[in-house]
């Protein structure tokens, strides 16, 4: 893994409301290719850390670089352009357009002609748009309306929308909120998958635990602001600070409830 380049280096984030601190010297790198978990309970600054990164947010303090490069402050779609990609918690397509105009409008804006979107649609990037479904599984349903999509097949529409700026990094939201079991299992999968053979680093936010332990290469554990752990699922699983904080709240991973699921 050391001659993997880091993608994504975060050193010292912090951010204030008032007296509450959102992120209190975040710092952590991520290399491509690989899949790192952020998780902690709600409130713990996972939302704030996101939105840093994508520029929704200006930190206090600190530096955000991709691939050595600083993106500290600079505007979401300049940062996307730059090849940072995201999917949130909840999904926004539009219901009345077909599944592979939802990827064209994505390809469109990423080709610098938003401006003539919707005479530009029907017409740019058919074919990388059909790649991109074929890529996330969803090519039969390329000319179905959006709207008539099932819950998981949305999620890996997203996932294709999210790929068309050729992204380096991907900042996944719960990316499988609301979602049956197997959906679950399935998107993080395609998701792994994807992002080894493309060597484009994710962060993901997740609070299904099982999601978490099976996929991460490696966890992050944030609490009220600040890092409280980094490492291994099996690092983390048996960190005593973890397990003191999160077991009220459910998030101490139990091994065997994964054997049990599984079996």
């Known amino acids: 893994m050391s001659m993997v380049p880091t993608l994504l280096s975060v050193e010292n984030l912090t951010k204030s409301y008032g007296g509450v601190h959102a992120m209190r010297g975040v710092t952590f790198d991520l290399r491509a290719g690989e899949i790192l978990a952020l998780i902690g309970p709600n409130g713990a600054g996972k939302s704030t850390c996101f939105n840093v990164l994508n520029g ?3 930190p206090d303090s ?8 600083e993106i500290t402050g ?16 909840i999904t926004a397509t539009f219901p009345t357009m077909t599944v592979r105009e939802n990827v064209q409008v994505a390809l469109v804006s990423h080709g610098g002609e938003l401006f003539n979107l919707w005479s530009s649609t029907a017409s740019h990037a058919r074919d990388e748009a ?5 890529l996330v599984g969803m090519g039969a ?23 068309a700026n050729q992204p380096k990094l991907l900042l996944m939201d719960e990316p499988t909120a609301g979602m049956a079991p197997r959906e679950r299992v399935e998107l993080m999968r395609l998701t792994a998958r994807i992002a080894r053979e493309q060597s484009i680093g994710v962060l993901f936010t997740e609070h299904d635990m099982d999601v978490v332990f099976e996929h991460a290469d490696r966890i992050l554990v944030l609490n009220r602001g600040s890092l409280i752990a980094e490492g291994s699922p099996e690092e983390v699983r048996g960190n005593t600070q973890v397990q003191a904080i999160y077991l009220g709240e459910g998030l101490v991973y139990d091994a065997r409830h994964r054997e049990g699921a599984s079996a």
Request: glycine letters at 12%.
């Open 56 to 58: 929704q947010i200006i």
């Open 62 to 69: 600190g530096r955000v670089r991709l691939l050595g490069e």
């Open 74 to 89: 600079k505007k979401p779609r300049v940062i996307w352009r730059m090849g940072v990609g995201r999917t949130f918690q």
């Open 130 to 134: 059909g790649r991109l479904l074929d």
């Open 141 to 163: 349903y390329a000319e179905r309306p959006c709207g008539e999509l099932a819950y998981g097949d949305l999620k890996r529409l997203e996932l294709a929308i999210a790929l």
